[in-house]
């Protein structure tokens, strides 16, 4: 089961972490964190391999950062320097199946 946590309202400026825990993905996957706001589609924030690298979208590189606890089978996502345009409802989600699924967690700014 994939279930990210750690949503809340914010003001801009802000930031919030993100966590996701699966143990029958994590640490085996690679894993993702997706987004989707309300009208728009399915959007790739940040990527994490196995061997530790990772991808940011444009939109969040040098903001946000991607991390990875093995002996915890979590996933992080620091969200800092949050914008209005970071709301949305993230996904924790392997990158094989690359969409927004499972239970999200709402993130707002104002």
């Known amino acids: 089961q994939l279930l990210a946590s750690g949503g809340g309202s914010m003001q801009a400026g802000g930031s919030l972490r993100l966590s996701c825990t699966a143990s029958e993905f994590i640490p085996n996957s690679d894993m993702g964190w997706y987004r989707q706001a309300p009208g728009n589609n399915c959007e790739l924030v940040s990527t994490i391999s196995k061997d530790g690298s990772t991808y940011y979208a444009d939109s969040v590189k040098g903001r946000f950062t991607i991390s990875q606890d093995n002996a915890k089978n979590t996933v992080y996502l620091q969200m800092n320097s949050l914008k209005p345009e970071d709301t949305a409802v993230y996904y924790c989600?392997?990158?094989?199946?690359?969409?927004?699924w499972g239970q999200g967690t709402q993130v707002t700014v104002s």
């Open positions: 989600v392997p990158t094989v199946v690359p969409d927004c």
